[in-house]
């Protein structure tokens, strides 16, 4: 009888280290508490840093899912430990366990704590993740009254680096995709003006240094500063205020929209799920692993694995091969003595 | 704007309110200024609404002014509000209300430091121990009085004789909600609706029949900030920071400015007459300038106060414009009569803001 892995969260993370795991012969069971696999990337229209369709990187991880049990609609209550072996306890059910591999993903910074911006107020505030949806209905932006916009200002490290709200961290993916959307903004609508307010740009992977290069031949205005307040002017638009630090100067322009660089946080549910079976928190509120450099996908809990962006911000390519990683490690772990 | 938006914060930032037993703590300013303020919020709270206010002769200024100049050191004024708590403490009373925005911000910060730096209450009470014998101990609870105000707007507004509404056309008066920066942006958990979208005075306007108007520069100073004023080389800061507000308020034609800060009532109430000498411009239609209140004499011209027992000649921008559009009766030709019906002289009227 083959032993039986948990794996919680299916986001790009959780799918991968399940089909991995399920490779190594293991009975799999993949909890989704959403009604479709994919996490977040689901919801994404193009990806960084070669805006390839996101749905695209999902379908390829969706293939050969059939030896895998996946219970979408899931959510799971609780995770208990006895003797050695696991029952994981979601919808009403228990799912004995041999190992578990944790991706319960982030969630997005809720850019409406920064008050002083007006998400969820002004109606011409948005984030980055309605951006993204917004390009896939329509493929371009629009304001709420379903105009193009002629001005917008994209707001970096909304929900990062940011002492205020508690997030001091930075979440490593924002920067790029503030670049990739001025792009797509500027492809959609040329004769859009582009403002993107940063405070320094972290540009670290493969590519992303080429696409802040492209966005600014394509005539996006990058203005090193951090938006200080926004105010509704009449007819929806938005006044802006910010200061340009490398002029030394206050900056006040009025812009069509605004788009919000909303961070990752912890996922909220990882305190109710996981304490009941001692898994810890970093400093930051994500999972804490075993050993940052030596062994980061294992936790501080013999069975228990930690795949993707639950232990911190984390792109998809990253997340994908931490699921590896932790797939590995529950294997070693399961074929031990 | 999404009001549900503006509701969910305010949701956020309530806080505990006392119901009655006050220890009132003047301004050093406003009773100066608008001598009548203090006079109307004593008689709503004691005749109107029948709470028990105390008010202590001994009480002294918290000596905020002075800190924000540089020229009082930080435990000197946390002597001063100790001793202040000190008295409260010997009258009975455990709930304080300053009712300058610039002390309840000064109160808040010195009880922070306390929260976190014990140490420093600990020297606070041996200071003032040695300076004049007392002991203090905090108030129960610490609101400012537009709070209590806040507390008591339905009461208020099921008493009233008049609304924030135009007798003519049947419509809300459209209000600016001006809120001093030292309520909430220092502690934004200590103001009602919190520092970003503040509720306590938008709050009265909307029980009071008005509606409240949003506009770019509404979180700007009013103009008084300590360091633009009294420091006598930037005070052309404090005025172009009152005209942004009144050039970004214009267009959407307000009838009236409500304030919780006594520095506020004045600055935004004086700077439209420097403002119209200086640049032939009021920011009104018909150039009688924007009236300025604060929370109290508002709420009392609703309550058929008599206007000119509640002071309301000492505000620059006459009143009585607003008072006709509410449909108040008044006796204008007593505005500037004094008690027993001394001719006190009416001031002499500027060049271009129309003065009745």
């Known amino acids: 009888m083959s032993k039986k892995v948990a794996i919680i969260g299916g986001g790009v993370a959780g799918i991968e280290a399940a089909k991995k795991l399920s490779e190594f012969g293991y009975e799999i069971s993949l909890f989704e508490k959403d009604t479709e696999l994919g996490g977040h990337v689901a919801k994404w229209d193009r990806l960084f840093p070669n805006q390839r369709r996101a749905q695209e990187v999902v379908d390829i991880l969706q293939k050969d899912l059939e030896k895998i049990q996946v219970y979408k609609s899931a959510n799971v209550q609780s995770i208990n430990r006895e003797n050695g072996s696991f029952s994981v306890n979601a919808t009403g059910k228990s799912y004995p366990a041999d190992a578990v591999v944790v991706a319960t993903g982030f969630e997005l910074f809720p850019a409406e704590k920064k008050e002083e911006y007006g998400y969820q107020i002004f109606d011409n505030v948005i984030t980055s993740a309605d951006l993204e949806l917004m390009f896939k209905k329509f493929g371009k932006p629009q304001t709420v009254s379903g105009v193009n916009p002629s001005r917008v200002a994209i707001i970096h490290c909304v929900g990062s680096r940011d002492e205020k709200v508690n997030r001091p961290y930075c979440s490593k993916v924002c920067c790029v995709t503030a670049v990739k959307q001025a792009i797509e903004i500027k492809e959609s609508l040329p004769n859009c003006e582009v403002f993107n307010f940063y405070m320094d740009l972290r540009l670290f992977g493969p590519g992303y240094e080429e696409l802040y290069k492209k966005a600014q031949t394509m005539g996006v205005t990058f203005v090193r500063g951090r938006l200080s307040e926004t105010s509704e002017l009449e007819g929806g638009r938005i006044l802006v205020k910010a200061e340009d630090t490398l002029s030394s100067k206050p900056l006040k322009m009025s812009v069509d929209m605004v788009v919000l660089m909303v961070g990752m946080s912890p996922n909220p549910e990882n305190n109710e799920l996981f304490n009941g079976v001692g898994l810890a928190e970093n400093s930051d509120g994500f999972l804490q692993v075993n050993d940052y450099h030596t062994e980061p996908t294992k936790s501080q809990i013999e069975g228990i694995f930690i795949a993707g962006a639950c232990s911190g911000p984390n792109n998809i390519t990253d997340s994908i091969n931490a699921a590896r990683s932790a797939a590995m490690d529950a294997h070693k772990f399961l074929t031990r003595n | ?356």
């Not at chain 2, 305010?10 to 608008?34: H, L, N, P």
């Not at chain 2, 506009?215 to 080389?233: D, K, L, M, T």
């Open chain 2, 1 to 356: 704007m999404k009001k549900e938006g503006i509701r969910r914060i305010w949701g956020d930032y309530q806080k505990e309110i006392a119901d009655d037993k006050y220890y009132f703590v003047r301004s050093c300013i406003r009773q100066t200024f608008f001598p009548g303020s203090d006079a109307t919020f004593l008689k709503i709270l004691r005749e109107v609404l029948g709470k028990d206010v105390f008010e202590d002769k001994n009480h002294t200024t918290c000596t905020g002014i002075g800190y924000h100049c540089e020229v009082i050191p930080f435990p000197t004024i946390q002597t001063v509000v100790a001793r202040n708590f000190a008295l409260m403490g010997e009258h009975g009373y455990q709930n304080y209300i300053p009712s300058c925005v610039t002390s309840f911000g000064i109160y808040c910060e010195v009880l922070d430091t306390w929260h976190h730096f014990p140490e420093e209450k600990e020297k606070t009470r041996n200071f003032l121990r040695e300076a004049t014998n007392r002991e203090f101990e905090e108030p129960q609870n610490l609101v400012h009085t537009s709070d209590v105000i806040y507390k008591f707007r339905n009461e208020i507004a099921a008493k009233a004789k008049y609304k924030l509404v135009n007798k003519d056309t049947g419509k809300p008066l459209k209000v600016v909600d001006h809120i001093g920066c030292h309520y909430a942006k220092i502690f934004p958990s200590k103001g009602v609706g919190g520092a970003e979208f503040p509720n306590v005075l938008s709050g009265l306007v909307e029980a009071w029949g008005g509606e409240v108007v949003d506009y770019p520069e509404r979180r700007h100073c009013c103009g008084f900030g300590f360091r633009q004023y009294f420091v006598q080389a930037n005070r052309g800061y404090s005025i172009a920071a009152s005209k942004k507000k009144f050039e970004s308020m214009e267009p959407f034609k307000p009838d009236l400015i409500i304030t919780n800060c006594p520095g506020c009532n004045y600055f935004m109430d004086r700077w439209q007459y420097a403002l119209a000498e200086m640049e032939g411009k009021t920011y009104d239609e018909y150039g009688y300038g924007i009236p300025t209140l604060s929370y109290e004499e508002v709420a009392g011209i609703l309550l058929g106060f008599d206007p000119w027992e509640s002071g309301l000649q000492m505000h620059q921008v006459s009143v009585n414009p607003l008072l006709d559009k509410i449909g108040v009766e008044y006796n204008p030709n007593i505005k500037f009569k004094g008690e027993n019906g001394q001719d006190l002289g009416k001031p002499e009227s500027p060049n271009v803001l129309k003065f009745f």
